[in-house]
């Protein structure tokens, strides 16, 4: 761990860098005429202090194994770049040239494609999760690692904030170091006429220390991270500041939270700055492509799968325990395994009803109770799963992808590692009723470019998804309802899933048939081959697919699909949503023609078990039936 | 306003009321064999009282003229439902025979259908927003009414709930008054087990007043609402309260919260209350239909609209002005007029971005300003709009829909009537980059079964829709960009908009052809007619229909579309998830046969001014003629 002495010369060094990256700053907001200058200035002696003293370099800040800082307040982004400039992560004339340029790295707002960045942002009010995130992971691997945040303070009252102090402290994470730019000014004005918040208060209602520093003062901030560092809860360093310091025309200027500074007012500021033109020098780099940044990816997980579970089909069981059994197995099977990458599981105070509980009680370790706190948990899982854990939160649909959706939209963007588990989808929640249906989880993945999904079709395919998915890099959903059902059996009376192998995209084909086919997601396909038995009583064929990967378009099995002239698709998911509609869309993109139905979800569910349920929706195996006799000419 | 006096007469009165209701519950959870007593149970002594209290009637809970109650933890439902029953809301017998019954307005989770109940919950952690929402549409109506809210202990931890503290706080909202059944108990064990939590430091870091009450004795329960009542802060009571009271083999049992007491245990429960077998009277009521329940509606604003602002078509404006000035001008038309429909606007420190500050400027008094807190503010506001105000919230999408898509989703639910107005969507954000692309709002909204979407072409619509939005009931969604644009003008070179009168879900041809045909999403719509120019001139003549409602697909122009063989879907949203699915799906089901090419983002967008990043994203006017070219034959 880096020392935090701060001699004369380091003082002198730091000071004279506050000036440099300053400039650098500003040239960058007025070379693209967008940005946000003021807030840049006021955090750049924190920038430069936490790059100074966390362990994070050009050199090892592709490994895991260091000091992390994230950044909360993204769009400060001038002001990290300058400061990752000074440390040698990128060259500043690149980043002045590249800042808010079309395919540049050098976003608006902090992306982990800039070396030295840990965490994507802009959003305000996650950076405490993700680094709630590294500092877990940091721990559970047994590194004394530190985590530094800088934040805003417009930012604080965000509720996921406050989520995250408690995981941080349940967690008793002593190596993260809060630090605030408190400017009190946020974009709409000063800070305390937006919405008043005692900040000091606040973090110390949740157990953490506060710590007061002078934002420009390296001595007081060098400091307060000393007296951070000794102490064992977490700390937050309250940093005042004034926006735009060091710049006249921008200090305590709530106009330039968001406005450049051209032309001679860009030249009074490189004078008061003592610093040349640097939009002269950046103009010197001529036509060029702009700089991409580099491309951050997860490593794959060092895990025993051991040996696939399989579920007898004469035995009703439900995909949740199927999940949970093989989570346990792999989690016992690797615990305490020198060089096995940890697994850590995410609770919302839901581990009963969700599986893990059997997980909890043989690695109680690596589990990870976050309180019914599903914003930040989701950041905070997310971000663990950057740091060599691979992170398992498992949780309702409704809690783990409606509640937290922009939390995994930002994952994605983030390409972390997360395993989200999502039970109770669907209307196959039992009688919780409505506000527990989660009936969009299709659509809201597949807004996504990165999550993979999958709907597990019976417990045995559910036990080797699992397995599977621990493994695999990238952010992955598994999707499945709460009831117990028969395992498919095959042609020969074999549990069907024990013997087929999982491929991710791959559609299979369960029933045989040449007048319609029904496209059937997940543990619908039970009621489609039920479907299909009524109607081959009367002598109708329906050919059916069993589709778990409804974002992944199997094109052979869409084109064979197409081929009987009427698809059928069925779905306890919004109707119009779901995999039927991604299907349909890929058809239509291909020219493949033929008369659709879509069985879904139509309306708010009713409150009752859940067959009923499924019967008032109108997606029973003879609701289905009807609806192909109608369909078929 | 009712007074706090407790008389021993009714206090005798609510101790019987508390058996009786009890075993009402109790019975609930046992006809159905599933649901949450315990819970109930430790609640019932609050249930009695804030229904007592609050002027809230069988006979004026359809008017939004008296006190609320709002129920936070809506999974302790057979508690209300009890509580209701005991003051005629609804019949106890049906109550015990439909709860959880498919069908049934008694669902798992509290819901608006059954009278009485002002919010319906079961997300956690959302009551308390509700209840600030109401409270705030009172005070703005100028009526002295009371607000109760119950919440559970275990979501104190929700972030959203301490976003609602403050922006009740800086509301000067004095008339909520707070009970938490403070049983020490949730779903995975105790409290302070699963996440340790200060709770009474937490309201008061937020500047909250904390009283604490014996939740059994109703003495105490009263004198602490009396004390309330007189405070001139928002006050939160802290209950103290056993788990399961009243049922000895229940009482402080983690494992009654979400398990029925059946056979010998019920008839136990039933002797230690006091109480008949109620099963078998609910039984007497026979085969019946179960009890649907009461129907909310919002009625129409009463407003003055103004006249139309029309911009001329030679001249470039940007929608989020067109937005802007209409609700500055209809609140400037109707402030302080007798009889009008408040109209509150919301933000989230955006007011200049989404040009709301004319509306804060002229009508200070409607203008709520509620921090960075997107969470609470999405149901404050939807539930203000459930209180005879009409709530408007501007924000950027990833803030006002992504980040609160579950908030829009229960706001849905609840038949609530918001008018989200959402900036920066698409790929139209300026320079600032991935994260603050909001690329999937038709997709979140199509997941509603009640949500309007409105995307306007240009200005001149834009200002339409604004008025007629503002008087609709129901929630509505307006989705804009960041750019300035060209109003179109028709054939005689006036502006289009101008003449055309807005009806939801019509599609409007804006150009004619039979060679293909371009479905151009809002403002996109524009590209649309210079790619068409392009390959007017190399003699292919392209249909273009604007397409502002891609929720509600316009089968007339989609029939008129699919005719021409090739149909192109232009929109800066997600390419699968967006009006062309939705379209194409509507096709698909009509047996509509074309091919299909879904223009659109593929990829997470990059930083840099509007114009280039669309090019970058392949959606160029240029890009659209040469995707036609690779189309048609």
Known sequence: MKDLILTDKKKMELEEAVKRCSSWAV?????????????????????????????ITPKNCDQTDRDYVVISHGHTSPGAYAALAYYG??????AIADFRRCGSAFQGHVERAIPGIDWGSGNLGQGLSAAVGYALALKKRGLDRQVYVLMGDG????????????????????????????????????????????????WEADGWAVLEADGHDFASIYDGMAKARAMDVPVVLLCHTVMGKGVSFMEDKPDYHGKAATGDLYKQAMDELGQPDWLEAAAKLGDRAPHTGRHVSVERANLELGIPKTYPVDKKTDNRSGFGNALADVGSLNLGVAGKTPVLVFDCDLAGSVKTAQFAKECPGWFVQCGIQEHSTATVAGAAGCCSVVPVWADFGVFGLAEAYNQQRLNDINGSNLKLVLTHVGLDVGEDGMTHQCIDYVSLLSNSFGWKLIVPVDPNQTDRVTRWALKEPGNICLAMGRSTMYPLSGQDGEPLFASLPFTYGKAHKVGEG??????????????????????????????????????????????????TGYVVTLEDHCYRTGMGSLWARAAAEAGLCAKWSFMGVHRYGDSGPSDQVYDAMGLSPLAVADRIKKLLP
Chains 1, 2 share one sequence.
């Open 27 to 55: 040239s960058m907001v007025a070379r693209a005429n967008s940005g946000h200058p003021a807030g840049s200035l006021s955090s750049m002696w924190l920038y430069l202090a936490a790059y100074d003293v966390a362990d």
């Open 89 to 94: 992560f990128v060259d500043p004339m690149e």
């Open 155 to 202: 930012e604080q009252p965000k509720g996921q904030v406050a989520e995250a102090r408690r995981i941080a402290l349940s967690q008793g994470l002593k190596n993260i170091t809060v630090m605030v730019d408190y400017n009190h000014i946020q974009i709409s004005g000063r800070v305390e006429r937006i919405l008043p918040v005692n900040i000091k208060a606040l």
């Open 514 to 563: 040449e007048d319609c086919t029904i496209l059937a997601m997940g543990a619908m396909t039970s009621a489609a081959l039920e479907a299909r038995a009524i109607l081959e009583r009367e002598g109708k064929k329906v050919k059916v697919y069993a589709v778990s990967c409804p974002l992944e378009v199997d094109m052979e099995a869409l084109d064979e699909a197409v081929s």
